[in-house]
């Protein structure tokens, strides 16, 4: 049975909060490892592909996700589709789903935020930026938990500003580049966090001297930042911890969310 492991592919694996892990991998990587033909140089410019089981040199994907891969129009999307289904599904096998990769399922609410079919009380996240993906996983049953990575690009304009956050945020932000993205990254990790994506105004949520304030409440939560080769800032958002509790494929645990 294939795994990922140190030998095989560089991948970066953490632990923020006891019971949750984080693994943050470069897609080129991914891309080497599971890939039997390498993509074209320009593969982010150019139309999609058309995935085969035999196309990829460890088989991960079950055919209904071949046939979901396969729609996306653009060949960028299709990558890092491919790349984050198989940083969560490697993760997931590792800690709790004891599995070949393609049986695992994940499938989504409503408003986007994915979730493990036959362990559904597991949280679960998933982002990508630039040449990595990210995931993370954990077994703080119940609680809820969102994750973002984001390149460090020049200094966003006044028109991004104002669009992505408060006058009250933009006073209290310190006015460099990477400070910025490590903002956005926690509200972007906090709107998955509440499973809703950009369904939710960004000026709903704000981001006050690492506090997270939602629709002006404040939000009793934990969050942690790092910066990955000085380009990228990965963000995560989640409950505080609590009793971990064997997971149970197909069982919801039904102990309430901590509240503000």
Known sequence: MNTLSPNNISQNTFSPQSGMTVRYIKIPNIVDLVLCTPLDPNYKRMANLSFEPNDFKIPFLSANELTTVNGFKAQKKQIEWVCGRFALKTLAREICCPTPLSHIRISYHEK????????????????????????ALSLNLGTSMGIDVEKIRKKPDAFFMKTAFTQREIAHIPPTAREIYRHWTLKEAFLKYIKMGFNESLHMVEIIDNEIFHHGKKQILTSWSRTIDDQYILSIVADPQLKIRPPRPGRVWETPKIQP
């Not at 036959?118 to 990595?132: A, E, F, K, R």
């Open 112 to 135: 986007g935020a994915p979730f493990l079919n036959d362990y559904p009380d597991i949280p679960i996240s998933l982002s990508h930026s630039g040449d990595y993906t990210a995931a």
